[in-house]
């Protein structure tokens, strides 16, 4: 595990447990190189934070989770077809879905495949997932999200 996700664990670990998760990046976090991780100091178009609710984890045709707008927007989610998840060593691969909301804005969700990742990391209801964007590889055009998760229990799997 890289000193950054450190970071990130630590930030979390110490936001308060009202039931809504904050996410602060320290310096070192944020400057860190080589981590593959964005370098970007506005922290509402680097990552964004999830409690997951029963929608998130319903049915499995019917899972979904939206990608909050600022998010989406600073990451041309509009013209993206997928994004991948990464945790714990592993990927998966995910399909953007895009729905035209009022005034013909185009809201995208986590779809097809975020069953997959659910099942496998074990998540349920009331656990929160941190997730932040990571640089591209240069190959291919895949949009990659680091994820970690604290559980209801307040373990955490990164």
């Given at each position: 595990?890289?000193?950054?996700?450190?970071?990130?664990?630590?930030?979390?670990?110490?936001?308060?447990?009202?039931?809504?998760?904050?996410?602060?990046?320290?310096?070192s976090?944020?400057?860190?190189?080589?981590?593959?991780?964005?370098?970007?100091?506005?922290?509402?178009t680097?990552?964004?934070?999830?409690?997951?609710?029963?929608?998130?984890?319903?049915?499995?045709?019917?899972q979904?989770?939206?990608?909050?707008?600022?998010?989406?927007?600073?990451?041309?989610?509009?013209g993206?077809?997928?994004?991948?998840?990464?945790?714990?060593?592993?990927?998966?691969?995910?399909?953007?879905?895009?729905?035209?909301?009022?005034?013909?804005?185009?809201?995208?969700?986590?779809?097809?495949?975020?069953?997959?990742?659910?099942v496998?990391?074990?998540?349920?209801?009331?656990?929160v997932?941190f997730?932040?964007?990571?640089?591209?590889?240069?190959?291919?055009?895949?949009h990659?999200?680091?994820?970690?998760?604290?559980?209801?229990?307040g373990?955490?799997?990164?």
């Amino acid at each position: 595990m890289d000193s950054s996700s450190n970071d990130i664990g630590d930030s979390a670990r110490k936001s308060s447990s009202t039931g809504t998760a904050e996410m602060n990046i320290s310096d070192s976090a944020r400057n860190s190189s080589g981590t593959g991780e964005m370098n970007i100091d506005d922290a509402l178009t680097s990552q964004f934070t999830v409690t997951l609710k029963p929608s998130h984890l319903g049915a499995r045709q019917k899972q979904y989770l939206n990608v909050p707008p600022v998010f989406q927007n600073a990451h041309g989610y509009d013209g993206r077809s997928e994004v991948v998840l990464r945790m714990r060593g592993e990927k998966w691969t995910v399909t953007l879905k895009h729905n035209i909301r009022a005034g013909g804005k185009t809201r995208a969700s986590l779809r097809y495949g975020w069953h997959q990742f659910c099942v496998d990391n074990r998540l349920g209801v009331g656990d929160v997932c941190f997730f932040r964007a990571l640089r591209g590889d240069g190959v291919g055009d895949d949009h990659a999200l680091k994820v970690e998760v604290r559980k209801r229990d307040g373990s955490f799997i990164d």
